[in-house]
């Protein structure tokens, strides 16, 4: 009876490593991994509201009515993903702490010279290895300071069990809603400095390599102190306008332990498995990592018609790296004084359809409008709900409604659209982008916020009352590449739960 409900099987091989990994952590004792979880110290590190979905590891997400409070996330608001137990550093770890940069691969190069040659013949003096402390990179390198959403690959897993096939087909993983997403402002020095100055510069371009570009260096390997490994391309890695850091800072603040204390790698635009926390080694080499976080499974979208991994072979699939394009909606309520806008007795129904999908007499007039962003900003309680006067509402009315949220798009795309729709799609109003907007054309690494004031179609039952009348809206994000999100999940289900990017739907009971 359970066989039709089973997603997949765990290879033999990939079971042990878990294993063998666990007796790692566990160090064969009774001591509990856990015992030094941020949640656990005395100060507070982590946001009361968040939503924890499990807390060994921590995987807690922002809950909706926060989510686009404020455009950059507070720092212990922002939302946690972690594998492991985070790591504990005494303070001579922290008065030491160094990565170790591998930058061996490039003295192998196809041509079979040696890469300690400069361009002139001359002897380099690059090593092997280089260990750059934390002060180094402080003190010696230009601070860089980065706007950036991260977003987990896993975002609205629960929407793909909710929605497929009635909810019978289920995916693996943490059901995170739409608040495994934040955005900060990220302090610290870029990468590709810092590769540049151990190689030197005038043996190396943007890609890491010689000027020749034949060096066979395609990715970029990053270790963390948790075991965690992963990479990405060089040409992303080592680009001067990919913007990857070596962050200390978030939101002008160290970083937290929860966030990768006292280093980690913010990659814009990737999925944020790929910003690699708690960063101790960085590697140039010809392949991509191994292990489960890379070649594995875990990071891998299969085709929607496998439930069992052994029928495709996950070395010819890629890993998720550069993210698509997706939008969230964290409030809506009706707009006051609207009343139903299919009421309106001087006109004819073929009048009142204009009225509506042509979107005029919709909207409050622009100095209520105004009004209102300005008391939202302020933080102050705005003006909706219906009015007292307001006729009672009916299965079929239309309303207008105000709905909020948020829309990002990776590889550093900008959002140009965001089509909302309160009528399952039959009209659309493009919202107003109110933060965000007018970032750098291909490093439009952060997300927008939007409001949008919508028709919107009454349901419910007749003679339920107000308190049972609903309504459900839907958002669809556009960015400049003209990539659009699909109406529906099921076509990109995946055995994991990644990449959910369909319209985001929500429904909100009308007072």
Known sequence: MMEQMMIGRLDESDQYLIESAMEVETDGSDHDPYSHEPYRSAGRSRH????????QPMNAEVP?????????????????????PVPQLEEDDLRDY??????????????????????????SSLDDTVDITLDDLRTKFPRTVVTATLQCSGNRRADYDREVQGGTKRTTGTQWGQGAVSTARWGGVRLVDVVRRIRGKDGVDDDGGDDDGDDGIDHVIFESLDGMISSIPVHKALSPYGDVLLAYEMNGKPLSRDHGHPLRLVVPGYTAVRSVKWLSRVELSTDEAEGPWQRGLNYKVLPPGVTDANDVDLEKMPSVMEASVYSGITRVERVRDA??????????????????????KNNPSTAEAEAMEEAAEAGEEEKSGASPSSPPLRPG??????????????GGRNVVRIDVTGDGGRTWTSADVKRGAGQRPGRAWAWVFWTADVPAVVVGEEGGGD?????????????????????HCDSNWNVRG????SWYRATARLA
Do not use: C, M
């Open 48 to 55: 009361p509201a968040l939503l924890v979905h499990n807390d």
């Open 64 to 84: 909706a009515e926060l989510l686009t409070r404020h455009y950059l996330t507070p720092n212990d608001l922002f939302y946690v993903r972690n594998h492991h």
């Open 98 to 123: 160094a990565v170790t940069f591998d930058l061996s691969a490039l003295r192998k190069g196809k041509k079979g010279k040696s890469r300690r040659d400069g361009p002139d013949g001359s002897s």
């Open 339 to 360: 009343s139903p806008l299919n009421r309106d007795k001087k006109k004819t129904k073929e009048d009142r359809t204009e009225v509506i999908e042509s979107g005029e």
């Open 397 to 410: 009315d239309r309303v207008v409604v105000r709905a909020r949220g948020w829309a990002w798009a990776g």
């Open 467 to 487: 308190g049972r009348r609903t309504v459900e809206v839907a958002s669809k994000a556009v960015d400049d590449a003209f990539n659009i999100q699909p109406e």
């Open 498 to 501: 990644l990449g959910n990017g």
